[in-house]
Every structure is written in structure tokens, then in C-alpha cells.
């Protein structure tokens, strides 16, 4: 709720602000699925137990600054299972109007999470599927930015979005190859999307939108003989037909070219 001088607090599960997209609940996506970079680093959606405090600053150009620690849970995991935190972020967001037609916000976002056996599944050197455990430091930088176009501030008619967002994580730790073998572990890795959304008339929207991942590099340690490095990046085209004749519905056919598997 709201506190003196632009403060907010909250406290319980929710959405961490990270980023652009991450806090936005599913019925008000753009796209059935989010992107491939949310899936690949965030598990799909980063939410947490956890205490959240947002200052925005009493100025014409919006600023809003904010920071959150939680349990950790991300991709899988339960996250600290104890007193403490597993989990911390901090992040700003500014923006500003461009006329009467335009408007803009930009952001940067930063996550550090200590994962506790998480858990993931991959091929190994000799063709079988294997269950790895990760323990160690997984931190993740996030740039956003949206620009938003309605004529004259009046998007009941017509209105353009472009959003995109670039993501950089970086992981450090011990892998237990298929639970029996602990290695050092370390990882850099990147991903990025961008997407356009086009209402051409009342309750009308059509959009584009390209993601892809960098695989980086990635080092094993001493299960290096025994684990694939894949230098295969991912990437999607998806298209997008909505109608929505009401505030409580929606009629979206999607298509995509899905390239995210080698």
C-alpha cells in the first residue's frame, strides 16, 4: 500500500519487477507463451516469497527504483528453506512522454540467486539423458524498453507497442553430473527478444515478435568428458491474431516457427 514520499511496500508472494514482462500476469500477455530467454533463465516467470519496496521520484520524467529479497525460487527449486534470503534484486525504471502521441520506458534490472539442487536434465557425451544438480551463484543482468504509440493518447482505436529486452547470466558453482559426479561448474550465457503489436481497430491486434539465445560458453570442469557443450542458439518467430470483445475475453490464434531444440 502506499507510504509517505512515493514509497510502496509489499510483502508475501508475487512477481518480482525485474525487467519489463515479469511481473505481468498471463491474461495480459501479448503472446500465449512468454519468451524463450524468460523460460531458459527464469523458469517461464520469476515469482517469490519475499519483501518488495518501489520509490518513485517526484519528478515529470518518471523514475522508479526498487529492490526485493526472497527465498530463491526460480526454475524449479524451492529456494532457502531456512531463516535468510536466496534471493535479491535490484532494479530502475524511467520514462517519459513524446508529445501527445508517444511514450517510453527503459530499464535496468539486477538478480543474484543462490540455487539450492536445482535440478535439470541434458544429454551426456554418451547419448543418455541425465539429471544434474546445480549448487553455486546465478546472477542475471536484464536492459528493457518499450515505446508505445497511440494517436493524440487515445489508444481506444488504434495503437503501436514495440517492446524488447536483453538478458546476460552469468553462473558459478558445482554440477553433480547425474547426481553421483560434483564438478566445478561455470556459465555465460545471453538472450534477447523484441516484438511489435499492432492494434489496427477497436478490439483488433496483430504482432510479430523474434527471440533467440546465445548458448556462451560453458565449462563443466572435471565432468567435461562426460557432458555435451552445445554450440547450437536457439531462436523463434511467432505470429499473433487477437480479438477481444470484451474486457473479459479474448480470441488469439498463434503461429511460430520454433527453432528453441537442435
Known sequence: ?????????????????????????????????????????????????????????????????????????????????KNGSAAGSLYAHLGGDVGLSNSWRAGLSYLHISPNDRQSDSLDNAGQYVTNTFNGTDRLWIADFVWKWAPNGNSNYTNFKLQGEYMHRDESGTLDYNGTLPGDYQADQSGWYVQGVYQFMPYWRTALRYDRLDGGSVNYGSNNPFLLTNSYNPQRVSMMLDYSPSEFSRIRLQLAQDKSRD
Open 1 to 81: 500500500t502506499a507510504l509517505p514520499a512515493g514509497f510502496t511496500l509489499k510483502a508475501g508472494r508475487f512477481f518480482s519487477s525485474i525487467g519489463y514482462l515479469n511481473d505481468q500476469h498471463a491474461h495480459s500477455w501479448d503472446f500465449v507463451d512468454n519468451p524463450l530467454v524468460y523460460q531458459a533463465f527464469l523458469g517461464g516467470q520469476y515469482g517469490d516469497d519475499g519483501v518488495q519496496i518501489k520509490w518513485v521520484a517526484p519528478t515529470d520524467l518518471f523514475v522508479e527504483l526498487g529492490a526485493e529479497i526472497g527465498r530463491g525460487r526460480i526454475a524449479d527449486t524451492d529456494g532457502k528453506n
